[in-house]
């Protein structure tokens, strides 16, 4: 048994303690500044636009960072039946729908054959898909209405069911190659003597590794094939059986220079909602994507 009496703690020696970091430096507090004014540029349109759907339009006008809600509800029903928004809805969730799986049925075995091949032929590919993002999408506005017309499939839904998944091809293809080059070769090896072929190897290996950077262009694909309003009212056109949410959205515009900016933003309102509502579900895969894309690189 230990009988001697605990020796007393030695006090610290005055002048010696070591200073923490300084958390509040001015670079950080100009930095926290920075942020928060680029965070106000991004809350604040969303905030107008959220109370301004449920003003009048006179509220809207005078008083437009005063959350009033003076009409409630009212703007949203008027503007769904004005422009009878449930058909353009359908319209648009038909196409971008039908277009995401179109792009993903397309890009996900061509980014396969990519990050599996070798050689100059692979490469050339590759760098072929990459001259995708040289072409303004403007550009091929006319010789894409023109192939529309020889195809004789102007003013229709399906046209543009066929043109967004090409449009998306580079972006795509290029991201899926890189996610794929990832996966460790072993276990496609292992796989492959285990009796498994090319389209077991790609299920059950590939896809499931790649999920995130699938996610990722999902949703970077909906937003645009969502958004897109030049090539659907060239080729679509303005027909309320068959135009899109953005299509029908300008149609508000005063033929006098008198806009109901309310109606406006309450349609607007309507249109982004599917959007946040996608991109709540996929988020968090996108989010892991890009923090392992920049851990790997």
């Not at 970077?220 to 679509?236: E, M, Q």
């Amino acid at each position: 048994m230990d009988n001697r009496a605990p020796r007393p703690a030695v006090p610290a020696p005055r002048g010696r303690r070591r200073k923490g970091p300084n958390r509040f430096t001015p670079g950080l507090l100009g930095s926290y500044a920075l942020v928060l004014v680029y965070a106000l540029t991004l809350v604040l349109p969303l905030y107008w636009l959220f109370i301004s759907a449920f003003k009048s339009q006179l509220d809207a006008v005078d008083a437009p960072f005063a959350p009033t809600f003076s009409s409630g509800f009212d703007n949203l029903t008027r503007v769904w039946d004005l422009l009878n928004l449930g058909d353009a809805m359908v319209n648009s969730l038909y196409i971008t729908a039908a277009s995401l799986v179109v792009t993903l049925v397309i890009a996900i075995p061509a980014a396969y054959a990519l990050a599996r091949s070798q050689g100059r032929i692979a490469t050339l590919f590759e760098r072929i898909y990459a001259m995708g993002f040289l072409i303004p999408g403007f550009a091929a506005l006319v010789p894409t209405l023109l192939l529309a017309i020889q195809l004789g499939m102007f003013h229709t839904r399906e046209f543009m069911i066929l043109y967004l998944p090409a449009s998306a091809q580079p972006l795509a293809v290029i991201l899926l190659t890189q996610f794929m080059r990832t996966v460790p070769q072993e276990l496609e090896e292992s796989a492959t003597i285990d009796g498994a072929g090319r389209f077991r190897v790609l299920r059950s290996i590939y896809l499931p590794l790649t999920m995130p950077g699938i996610a990722t262009i999902s949703i970077l694909n909906f937003i645009s094939f969502w958004n897109d309003y030049l090539y659907t009212l060239v080729i679509v056109g303005p027909n309320a059986k068959v135009r899109t949410l953005q299509v029908a959205l300008p149609t508000l515009q005063g033929n006098q220079g008198i806009t109901d900016y309310a109606l406006v933003c309450a349609g607007t309102l309507i249109s982004v909602l599917p959007v946040f509502l996608v991109y709540a579900v996929l988020n968090r895969r996108m989010e892991n994507a890009l923090v392992q894309g920049a851990l790997k690189g």
